[in-house]
């Protein structure tokens, strides 16, 4: 079965422009994302889709896979199932999108969404959680899951939940912006009309819950960290000067 690993990138950031191109160690933070992911036992491959020649050229300089994907994409789901179409994937090939603002990212994280799809003929689709730090419990920018018995999701929201309306030993879970998906789901997943829910949360995980699809939760014990801001960019500099 092909598992393939699929970076989506981009220069156009509005929070922190050139982002993919950053400077951590004297590599660009796309390339240190890319060797992260070919970490992962699972992947069989690792590319990066991009619409900017740039960030290929940065990718191919240190050996790694990159493909010109379109400017139009509104979403990285977008621009991930462009470039499964454009690599040929069988239906049953599994897709891993991987974000390309993680340089921190854990190949465990990816290996387990995986392990999911293939011991499940029948799902679709994986993610991962971890345990919510209590500073970020009403953080909107902090997304949280709730998952039935199965570790299927029930809901996502940048709210805190469940709510303590009692005391509870029900964790606050954090979830992760890694997607594990079978390329036939991938593609029908970008064909989905946008739902009530994923506007309002302005979350597009909730488009697959909306229109009647399982995504199982993979459980890891913490999350990398996203670069977001230049602070966030400087930390992922000193953790990776100590050896993160």
């Not at 050996?63 to 049953?92: I, W, Y």
């Not at 290996?111 to 011991?119: G, S």
């Not at 029900?170 to 009530?196: C, K, S």
């Amino acid at each position: 079965m092909d598992v393939v690993g699929i970076i989506p990138a981009r220069l156009a950031a509005t929070r922190l422009p050139n982002k993919p191109l950053a400077d951590i160690g004297g590599k660009p933070m796309i390339v240190h994302v890319w060797r992260r992911a070919r970490k992962a036992a699972s992947l069989q491959e690792v590319w990066v889709a991009t619409p900017d020649v740039a960030i290929v050229e940065a990718v191919e300089r240190e050996g790694g896979k990159a493909l010109l994907t379109s400017q139009q994409h509104r979403t990285g789901t977008d621009r991930v199932a462009e470039a499964a179409r454009l690599l040929g994937l069988p239906p049953e090939a599994i897709v891993v999108n991987i974000q390309g603002d993680e340089p921190l990212l854990e190949a465990e994280s990816i290996d387990r969404m995986v392990q999911l799809l293939q011991a499940d003929p029948a799902l679709d689709m994986a993610s991962v959680m971890c345990p919510c730090p209590k500073e970020s419990l009403d953080d909107p920018a902090c997304v949280k899951v709730v998952c039935g018995r199965n570790g299927d999701a029930l809901y996502f929201s940048r709210s805190r939940i469940p709510y303590p309306r009692q005391e509870s030993s029900v964790p606050v879970m954090q979830h992760m912006g890694l997607y594990a998906y079978r390329n036939r789901f991938l593609q029908l997943f970008t064909t989905l009309e946008p739902t009530p829910l994923e506007c309002t949360e302005s979350l597009e995980q909730l488009r697959a819950l909306e229109w009647g699809y399982r995504i199982r939760m993979a459980r890891v014990e913490k999350a990398s960290i996203a670069v977001d801001t230049p602070e966030d960019l400087e930390r992922v500099r000193q953790l990776l000067a100590l050896g993160a």
